[in-house]
């Protein structure tokens, strides 16, 4: 893996697994992202022929409260 490869990678939010750009993932926030295989474990419903996520997963525990 080149160093600029590593640099773009993300890790989970709730597992902790590095996601590549490229993957599936669930958007928390401008920084942080659930990987597909917790968004669907969480209640996520992705709508593949629509490219879109159909339901949401509970990321309540996730989700920080601002001040």
């Not at 996520?44 to 989700?63: C, E, K, N, Q, Y």
Request: charged share 35%.
């Amino acid at each position: 893996m080149h160093r600029s490869e590593a640099e773009e990678l993300e890790q989970c939010a709730s597992c902790g697994a590095e996601v590549a750009p490229e993957d599936r993932t669930f958007p928390i926030s401008d920084e942080e992202v659930l990987c597909f295989a917790c968004a669907v474990r969480r209640g996520g419903a992705f709508d593949d022929p629509h490219d879109r996520w159909s339901a949401p997963p509970d990321i309540s525990d996730l989700v920080r409260t601002r001040p």
